[in-house]
């Protein structure tokens, strides 16, 4: 027993001088400690300097990807009303659509920026009437087969001032206006009736807008943008409404390239009086964006704190 006692002495002595020495050695050299050392730290930047963030100039170009939503009535100046059109229901125009759109942004100072946008969206259908539609100066009777087109750009120019200025996020207000040229019509076939004949409609409609905006970085490679913008308002012969709003993710892929993913949306309610026709124009459209960014000139300067 007295030789089992000492054996237990000298075995809890030994384990006790073994965790001492392993307890001494540098936390620093330890493996993980080692692995840590080589991981970089997703919160270490400083975002005045990231090479995506506050530059000059950004020019940004990609795919829009809308879902329709039109009404429309072309009716004469001598008293002729037009039947209201739904394009989509009515005439066989698809819902969704695809198109190209464009931007150009210059930051003209800390709290200045300057703003430019261009979409173009083409429509096109045809389909045998199921009802009786008066569109301009002629009556297009049930059972007949017409040839619809709506083909419409959107040039935007927006002024945004930041009262909030700060490395990480931004937000002001905006004023500026979406310009519409649109051009729509419907078309009857020599072949559907004893002549062939057709009605346009086109006009020009400056719709300017008030709004709000913001800016904020969510990381080192990730950024956020938000605006909405409204205004109603007549202008001569065009009185016209206007709701816009966007949503635009961005991946800074390698240095001043990104890409962005957003959801846009842009209502109108127009109507126009031009020399020979009157119209009425309801069109929303809503969907997702896709698109590359570059950005290039210097860094805008923010205080550090």
């Known amino acids: 027993m007295k030789n089992l006692f000492y054996f237990l002495i000298i075995s809890l002595f030994c384990f006790?001088?073994?965790?001492?020495?392993?307890?001494?050695?540098?936390?620093e050299n330890s493996l993980p400690a080692l692995q840590n050392d080589n991981l970089e730290n997703?919160?270490?930047?400083?975002?005045?300097?990231?090479?995506?963030?506050?530059?000059?100039?950004?020019?940004?170009?990609?795919?829009?990807?809308p879902i329709n939503n039109t009404e429309i009535e072309v009716g004469t100046n001598d008293g002729t009303k037009g039947t209201k059109?739904?394009?989509?229901?009515?005439?066989?125009?698809?819902?969704?659509?695809?198109?190209?759109m464009a931007t150009f942004d210059w930051r003209i100072s800390k709290r200045s920026r300057l703003?430019?946008?261009?979409f173009a969206l083409d429509r096109s259908s045809s389909k045998t009437l199921e009802k009786d539609i008066t569109f301009g100066e002629h009556t297009y009777n049930i059972n007949t087969r017409v040839t619809a087109f709506f083909d419409v750009q959107i040039a935007r120019i927006?002024?945004?001032?930041?009262?909030?200025?700060?490395p990480k996020y931004e937000a002001g207000l905006l004023i500026g206006a979406h310009v519409l040229f649109t051009d729509l019509g419907l078309?009857?076939?020599a072949n559907q009736a004893s002549a062939e004949y057709r009605d346009s409609f086109n006009f020009t409609a400056p719709l300017p807008d008030v709004g709000i905006w913001g800016d904020f970085v969510l990381g080192k490679r990730f950024g956020l943008y938000v605006n909405a913008n409204y205004l109603a308002l007549k202008i001569n012969d065009i009185d016209g409404r206007i709701i816009s709003y966007n949503l635009s993710l961005l991946y800074n892929v390698h240095k001043n390239f990104s890409l962005t993913a957003g959801y846009t949306g842009l209502n109108f309610k127009i109507d126009a009086v031009e020399n020979r026709l009157n119209g009425f124009l309801k069109w929303g459209y809503n969907g997702p964006t896709l698109a590359a960014a570059y950005t290039f000139g210097g860094h805008i300067k923010f205080n550090k704190h």
């Open 16 to 27: 006790s001088v073994q965790a001492q020495t392993t307890a001494e050695i540098p936390v």
């Open 42 to 65: 997703p919160q270490d930047y400083d975002a005045t300097d990231l090479p995506w963030r506050d530059r000059r100039f950004k020019v940004t170009a990609g795919a829009f990807f």
């Open 85 to 100: 059109i739904d394009l989509e229901d009515d005439l066989g125009f698809s819902k969704s659509s695809a198109s190209f």
């Open 115 to 118: 703003g430019f946008e261009y």
């Open 158 to 166: 927006a002024y945004g001032y930041a009262i909030l200025a700060k």
């Open 187 to 189: 078309r009857v076939n």
